[in-house]
């Protein structure tokens, strides 16, 4: 491409948490080049960044086999549309970012198009199907991963990669102090607050709310003076919430595109599985796992998944430290008793308080946009 023409990045997202870390990237890689142009598949935060998006990717941010199979069709068309964006375009570099199996069909087509590829946030291949990455360092250039333990997998077969630190380090900073959050949002601090994190896909909400609400109406039938926030995902409609909401007996406080703050505030929270446990974790804000899936999606996961564990706090610290309440487990009443348990066994609060510390403290001072802006440059020149 001549020098006068901008470089064009092409960036691939397929759920919030993607589109928050590629958003994070380019803004870092605009401060050392202004001209950089980014295209692709994405959500708000990526058109916010400045990323011009060709597929808005709130259509496909599903997970499961029951939930990707019903979702078949569009998943499709994105990859299709993606493939063609790639040849009519011939980006300088194709950043995928996360969601797995998409990623991989794209830049498989993209390596073979002659497009430098970088895989951002590498398969969980320590938790199951370990094979993949020589599959990966088939389709890639470069393997960029967030846990430090993960670099071993990717250089025993030889596969470029590099450890850039969990992009969440960065991100994860309250844009108030708690007295001030607590004020705003008219919570008594006098009083117990428990949040609720039901997560940010449609159809988590959906799975998981009602089972949180229920748990928050036994919870308030012991503690009558608790109070629950729940912070809304910019990728989950206020019709969906409030249908669930208003339905309860409990008073739930919505409070969109705060999390941070909201969390902060927070003396236990009951959370899905995802990268939202490690947002808690680096609050050091104690907390309870709660996940169900679809039957089908459960049995083979049982099957096929090596570790004990789904949190991502349990994974890094290698050991339960939160309890995790994962299928027919994830009860109202098996919620509301370890919520219960947090708030008023002091010793118990305290021990987890102290493990969260260590979990944040094993994932380091942060930096991984920047990290990341540098390998991607260096790919580029």
């Given at each position: ?172 900073h309250p844009q108030h102090s708690k007295a001030e959050d607590l004020l705003r949002f008219g919570l008594d601090r006098q009083h117990p607050v428990v949040g609720l994190l039901p997560g940010s896909r449609v159809n988590e909400i959906k799975r998981m709310l009602p089972v949180m609400l229920a748990a928050a109406e036994k919870l308030q039938a012991n503690l009558p003076d608790v109070q629950f926030v729940l912070p809304q995902a910019g990728s989950i409609a ?144």
């Amino acid at each position: 491409m001549a020098n006068s023409n901008p470089l064009v990045v092409m960036f691939s997202a397929g759920e919030p948490s993607g589109d928050q870390h590629a958003a994070n990237l380019f803004l870092e890689m605009k401060k050392s080049q202004p001209t950089i142009k980014g295209i692709g598949m994405g959500g708000t935060k990526m058109a916010e960044a400045g990323i011009g998006l060709r597929y808005d990717s709130a259509n496909i941010a599903v997970i499961g086999v029951v939930e990707v199979i019903k979702h078949y069709r569009e998943i499709r068309r994105a990859l299709m549309l993606m493939q063609q964006l790639a040849v009519t375009e011939k980006p300088d570099l194709l950043i995928c970012v996360d969601y797995k199996e998409f990623n991989f069909k794209l830049a498989r087509f993209a390596k073979q198009h002659g497009i430098k590829v970088l895989f951002y946030v590498g398969p969980q291949v320590w938790a199951w199907r370990a094979g993949r990455v020589k599959q990966y360092g088939k389709v890639i250039d470069m393997m960029a991963v967030i846990f430090p333990f993960e670099t071993a997998y990717y250089e025993a077969e030889n596969v470029p990669v590099r450890y850039v630190g969990h992009p969440s380090v960065d991100k994860v900073h309250p844009q108030h102090s708690k007295a001030e959050d607590l004020l705003r949002f008219g919570l008594d601090r006098q009083h117990p607050v428990v949040g609720l994190l039901p997560g940010s896909r449609v159809n988590e909400i959906k799975r998981m709310l009602p089972v949180m609400l229920a748990a928050a109406e036994k919870l308030q039938a012991n503690l009558p003076d608790v109070q629950f926030v729940l912070p809304q995902a910019g990728s989950i409609a206020d019709e969906l919430l409030a249908g669930y909401c208003q339905q309860s007996s409990v008073n739930i406080i919505l409070i969109k595109n705060q999390p941070y703050d909201v969390m902060q505030c927070c003396d236990a929270i009951m959370t899905t599985s995802g990268t939202a446990t490690l947002e808690i974790a680096l609050l050091t804000v104690p907390m309870a796992i709660a996940y169900k899936l679809a039957p089908v999606t459960y049995w083979l996961g049982r099957l096929l998944v090596k570790t004990p564990f789904i949190g991502l706090p349990n994974i890094i610290a290698g050991n339960g430290i939160i309890k995790e309440f994962i299928q027919h487990e994830a009860t109202p009443e098996n919620l509301a008793a370890e919520m219960l348990r947090i708030l008023t066994d002091n010793s118990y609060n305290a021990d987890m308080r102290k493990n969260l510390s260590e979990v944040k403290q094993r994932l380091g001072q942060g930096g991984a946009s920047k990290a990341m802006a540098e390998l991607a440059q260096g790919m580029l020149s």
